[in-house]
T-cell receptor, first 115, second 118 residues
């Protein structure tokens, strides 16, 4: 149980275009989802926290207009990188928790390459 | 602000031997959770072990155990009988509840890359 999927697993896009990454909880309802960014050989940095049906809470230094997060249902959150640039190339990981739960269940990640 | 420090960027251990990964953290909170996560080359984060701060007993999961020293704010991971499959990046994480939103927030350390040698 507690499986989280991400789609796509790898995406290449051209500079200036937008790309959407989906995060789904497959066998549970996720009231809260988290989006992380991980550069090569570095730690996970929390970008934002999203609760179903409400606006995401962004961490300091994360541009909310560039990284659009939508948590439309209890099983789906999306991260859209708008007007992507090469410096946005990174590994993006989502995680989810159940209502009142403390443990986060992680997705397998999405590798974004902006050319 | 909470911080998590892993002072060992890389470690290696012979197969079947024991290795300890260190983690220290800084917080003024009294109620929190601590975790060790494993990230193999696939990059899927895998929970290794968790510890509630209010519990004095150290958590154990098969070959994995922790030494939780709350006063010293130390949370080390011991891997016994190391196996080749233990080769991975290991992250220590601190989690606390965010009162304003009612959600939980993780803060990760910088990681320790562990290589198990045959």
């Amino acid at each position: 149980g507690a499986v989280v999927s991400q789609h796509p697993s790898w995406v290449i896009c051209k500079s200036g275009t937008s790309v959407k990454i989906e995060c789904r909880s497959l066998d549970f309802q996720a009231t809260t989802m988290f989006w992380y960014r991980q550069f090569p050989k570095q730690s996970l940095m929390l970008m934002a926290t999203s609760n179903e049906g409400s606006k995401a809470t962004y961490e300091q230094g994360v541009e909310k207009d560039k990284f659009l997060i939508n948590h439309a249902s209890l099983t789906l959150s999306t991260l859209t990188v708008t007007s992507a640039h090469p410096e946005d190339s990174s590994f993006y990981i989502c995680s989810a928790t159940v209502a009142g739960g403390s443990e986060q269940y992680f997705g397998p990640g999405t590798r974004l390459t902006v050319t | 602000a909470q911080t998590v420090t892993q002072s060992q960027p890389e470690m290696s251990v012979q197969e079947a031997e024991t290795v300890t990964l260190s983690c220290t953290y800084d917080t003024s909170e009294n109620n929190y959770y601590l975790f060790w996560y494993k990230q193999p080359p696939s990059r899927q984060m895998i929970l290794v072990i968790r510890q509630e701060a209010y519990k004095q007993q150290n958590a154990t999961e098969n070959r994995f155990s922790v030494n939780f020293q709350k006063a010293a704010k130390s949370f080390s991971l011991k891997i016994s009988d190391s196996q080749l499959g233990d080769t991975a990046m290991y992250f220590c994480a601190f989690m606390k509840r965010v009162v304003r939103t009612g959600t939980y927030k993780y803060i990760f350390g910088t990681g320790t890359r562990l290589k198990v040698l045959a």
